[in-house]
């Protein structure tokens, strides 16, 4: 499986985004697509991630009620809908495919990785 990440860009704060991860290759429905990001001079952090069948969804506290994890019914792509966007949300985002049916925040458990976008939230 490879990933590619797109829809990053440059937004008011309050403003809203929509990442987009597509996955070539195979995928199966009990394995894990996640989103991370990282903010300059800071560790990457866990945002959200969605069961690939299924579509089961957790989110991390500083996302949860803003942000939005979903995949499109048929096909091999992923969403991150960003709401109500603040400043710290300003980071690279990278999606990941994580190749076992137990969720995680961790992102040495995703074994594949996307090449990241960039997200700015101007204040």
């Known amino acids: 499986v490879q990933l590619q990440a797109s829809g990053g860009g440059l937004v008011q704060a309050g403003g809203s985004l929509r990442l987009s991860c597509a996955a070539s290759?195979?995928?199966?429905?009990?394995?894990?697509m996640g989103w991370f990001r990282q903010a300059p001079g800071k560790e990457r952090e866990f945002v959200a991630a969605?069961?690939?069948?299924?579509?089961?969804?957790f989110y991390s506290d500083s996302v949860k009620g803003r942000f939005t994890i979903s995949r499109e019914n048929t096909g091999n792509t992923a969403y991150l809908q960003m709401n109500s966007l603040k400043p710290e949300d300003t980071a690279i985002y990278y999606c990941?495919?994580?190749?076992?049916?137990?969720?995680?925040?961790?992102?040495?458990?995703?074994?594949?990785w996307g090449q990241g976008t960039e997200v700015t939230v101007s204040s």
């Open positions: 990941a495919y994580r190749t076992s049916s137990v969720q995680s925040t961790r992102g040495y458990e995703y074994r594949l």
């Open positions: 290759g195979r995928t199966f429905s009990g394995h894990w």
């Open positions: 969605i069961k690939w069948g299924g579509g089961r969804t």
